[in-house]
C-alpha cells in the first residue's frame, strides 16, 4: 500500500511552546489529508480534514487557532499545536487519500506522533 | 462524532484459537472498515466491507456486514502472537470520506 510518513514520531516540549508535526505522502498525492487524536486506550477521534491549496475543516469542539493545519502541497500537511500545554499531550495520527481513495474509501494512516507537553 | 462500538473491550486468547469481535453503528454507511493498532504506532488498514456487501474475506480474516442490524464482526482464524494488538472499527457515511472510529477491542494473544 501506500505510504504515509509523520515527523517528528515523539516530541517533548516544554508548556507554552509550539510544536509542528509533519505528515508526507511518499509516493502518492494525497489530495485530502485528516488529523485525528488519540488519547491513551481509546479510539482516534477526528480533528480537522484538509484539502490541498485551502483552509482545514476543523470538528466541532477543535480550536482551529489551537491547532494550525497547512496543507500547501499534494504531499504535505502540518499540524502545528500551538502554546501546547499538559492537556494537549496525546498521539497525533494523520492519514492521506489521493482521489481514488476518497471514492474508494481507502486511507492511509501515518505512524502517529507522540507529544508529551512538560 | 464515534460512531462505532465495540466489544468485546479486550479479549485474551491462546495462540491457535479463533478471535471474533463485534462492531455496532448508528447511521447508515457507505462501507465499514477494520484497522489493526499495534501498541504506540499507526493504524493498518486490514479490509474495507462496502453496504451492499455481507461478507468478505482476507488471508486469515473473515469480515461480515449486516446493515439491518448495524453491525460488523471480524474473525481472525488461528491467531498468533503477533495478531495481538487494537483493532478498530470505522464507518463512512453515505457521500463523505470521513471515518468515525469505535472504541477498539484490544486483543491479546498468548503464545
Known amino acids: 500500500g501506500a505510504v504515509v510518513s509523520q515527523h517528528p514520531s515523539w516530541v517533548i516540549c516544554k508548556s507554552g511552546t509550539s510544536v509542528k508535526i509533519e505528515c508526507r505522502s511518499l509516493?502518492?498525492?494525497?489530495?485530502?489529508m485528516f488529523w485525528y487524536r488519540q488519547f491513551p486506550k481509546q479510539s482516534l477521534m477526528l480533528m480537522a480534514t484538509?484539502?490541498?491549496?485551502?483552509?482545514?475543516?476543523?470538528e466541532q469542539g477543535v480550536e482551529k487557532d489551537k491547532f494550525l493545519i497547512n496543507h500547501a502541497s499534494l504531499t504535505l500537511s502540518t499540524l502545528t499545536v500551538t502554546s501546547a500545554h499538559p492537556e494537549d499531550s496525546s498521539f497525533y495520527i494523520c492519514?492521506?487519500?489521493?482521489?481514488?481513495?476518497?471514492?474508494?474509501?481507502?486511507?492511509?494512516f501515518g505512524e502517529g506522533s507522540r507529544l508529551t507537553v512538560l | 462524532s464515534q460512531q462505532g462500538e465495540e466489544d468485546p473491550q479486550a479479549l485474551s486468547i491462546q495462540e491457535g484459537e479463533n478471535a471474533t469481535m463485534n462492531c455496532s453503528y448508528k447511521?447508515?454507511?457507505?462501507?465499514l472498515q477494520w484497522y489493526r493498532q499495534n501498541s504506540g504506532r499507526g493504524l493498518v488498514h486490514l479490509i474495507l466491507i462496502r453496504s451492499n456487501e455481507r461478507e468478505k474475506h482476507s488471508g486469515r480474516l473473515r469480515v461480515t456486514l449486516d446493515t439491518s442490524k448495524k453491525s460488523s464482526s471480524l474473525l481472525i482464524t488461528a491467531s498468533r502472537a503477533a495478531d495481538t494488538a487494537s483493532y478498530f472499527c470505522a464507518t463512512a457515511p453515505p457521500n463523505d470520506y470521513k471515518l468515525s472510529f469505535g472504541a477498539g477491542t484490544t486483543v491479546t494473544v498468548r503464545a
Open positions: 447511521t447508515s454507511i457507505n462501507n
Open positions: 492519514s492521506a487519500a489521493g482521489l481514488a481513495g476518497l471514492n474508494t474509501g481507502e486511507l492511509f
Open positions: 509516493d502518492f498525492q494525497a489530495t485530502t
Open positions: 484538509s484539502n490541498e491549496g485551502s483552509k482545514a475543516t476543523y
